[in-house]
């Protein structure tokens, strides 16, 4: 079978291997250097304890703050409040407590499968020299912030991991090299993270091709579905037909699901980082600032902050308060640290319900969805590309993918 998969970050490239590994012939593309855009900025961590959706019950009596707190993560863009409002609204009404737990233990089920994902395509690309096994480290500034976080450990230890509570004297125990101006803290146990997402999705993009996989850097114009049970792709270069395409081109699918008439309510929230030299005395793990929405992630070439959301289109603009906002965080744990070397703005793709597009299309059986993973597109990567190809190759999947499916707008 010929299979086109669209869209080559963690996602695309997770499915495109895994689909090679079911024996298909399989052709990936992108306009851009595979694994270049939300999968090359992002904190690094595999999340196995993930399953708090950003959605939370709590969000409506947070929103004020979030709005108006000059400390709050939550940034629109520039003359684009309005323009989010319709979105922001869909996203306020699953915010239900009746909801939120739904949405909660979806997520569960795909944390839980997490290794299962990526354990081969890491043994076969021989990746494990870019991972540290090393826990995350969260820290909350107050007893508020803490105890809002610990009504949820217990949903989050369902997906296998176990959460050891830090004291506040025992905060530099775990990294002596961060200024202590926190309340109290939390190891994840079991959550690992990447100390260098761009080779690690180097290292795919050539399994893959070692794998006998071609990756041709075209934009995708077009999708057409051809009376022959076939798929017609027009790029900026040429005309192919497939028997089968996945679209796993993050919040860039949009405009092909539009094309195609299926209105899925997918927005970017933008997401930014900062790259620092590494302190003299660096850390040893991420390091999340849970309600600042930062994280601080020690990687091959420097010490990452990066975080926040910024609603407001896709532009590659960045906004000076946000780095500000950034800087300012950074300061506040590392107070030694030099300023930043670069700046990063990309774009998660996010729907209002928290949890990822994976199925078929509703309008042809033969097009195939797999985007839509808001924070945790790294962690989920790599099982929802094996749940994808597992529809696409034996229409068995090891869970029922109905909940994840475009049918539910």
């Not at 304890?49 to 969000?59: E, G």
């Not at 826990?135 to 989050?156: G, H, M, P, Q």
């Not at 500000?324 to 030694?336: D, G, I, Q, W």
Request: proline share 4%; net charge positive; with cysteine.
């Amino acid at each position: 079978m010929k299979v086109a998969v669209i869209g080559a970050g963690i996602v695309g490239l997770s499915t495109a291997n895994w689909l090679k590994r079911y024996g298909q012939d399989v052709t990936l593309f992108d306009r851009e250097d595979p694994g270049s855009q939300a999968s090359f900025g992002n904190a690094g961590t595999y999340a196995k304890y993930a399953n708090i959706p950003t959605n939370s019950s709590s969000f409506f009596y947070l929103f004020p703050y979030l709005l108006l707190n000059k400390n709050s993560p939550l940034f629109f863009k520039k003359g684009k409040f309005i323009q989010s409002l319709p979105w922001l609204m869909q996203y306020l009404s699953n915010c239900r407590q009746s909801k939120v737990r739904d949405t909660s233990n979806k997520l569960t089920t795909l944390l839980s499968l997490v290794d299962e994902g990526y354990e081969d395509l890491f043994n076969d690309a021989d990746i494990e020299n870019l991972i540290s096994r090393e826990s995350i480290f969260y820290v909350w500034s107050n007893k508020l912030f803490y105890n809002s976080a610990r009504k949820d450990f217990e949903t989050r230890e369902k997906t296998g991991v176990k959460i050891e509570i830090i004291s506040k004297n025992e905060i530099n125990d775990v990294e002596p090299n961060i200024n202590n101006i926190f309340y109290k803290g939390a190891l994840f146990k079991g959550s690992y993270f990447a100390k260098n997402p761009k080779k690690i999705s180097e290292k795919l993009l050539q399994l893959f091709i070692e794998k006998g996989g071609n990756f041709k850097k075209e934009k995708i114009e077009e999708i057409k579905i051809l009376d022959t049970n076939k798929v017609n792709i027009h790029t900026n270069e040429n005309t192919y037909i497939y028997d089968r395409i996945v679209l796993c081109a993050g919040v860039w699918s949009k405009k092909l699901t539009d094309k195609l008439g299926e209105n899925i309510p997918l927005a970017s929230e933008r997401g930014y980082h900062l790259m620092y030299p590494h302190p003299e005395n660096s850390i040893s793990r991420p390091i999340a600032w849970q309600e600042r929405g930062v994280y601080f992630t020690p990687m091959q070439d420097g010490l990452r902050a990066g975080g926040v959301v910024e609603l407001g289109g896709n532009s590659n603009e960045i906004s000076s308060k946000v780095v500000s906002y950034l800087k300012r965080a950074t300061e506040a744990v590392f107070p030694n640290i030099n300023n930043h070397l670069s700046e990063w703005v990309g774009f998660r793709p996010s729907v209002p319900d928290s949890l990822p597009v994976i199925g078929q299309s509703k309008k042809n059986p033969y097009i195939y969805y797999c985007f839509g993973h808001q924070h945790i597109g790294w962690s989920l990567g790599g099982i929802s590309g094996k749940l994808i190809a597992q529809e696409i190759c034996a229409n068995k999947t090891d869970i029922d993918l109905k909940p994840f499916s475009v049918e539910r707008f």
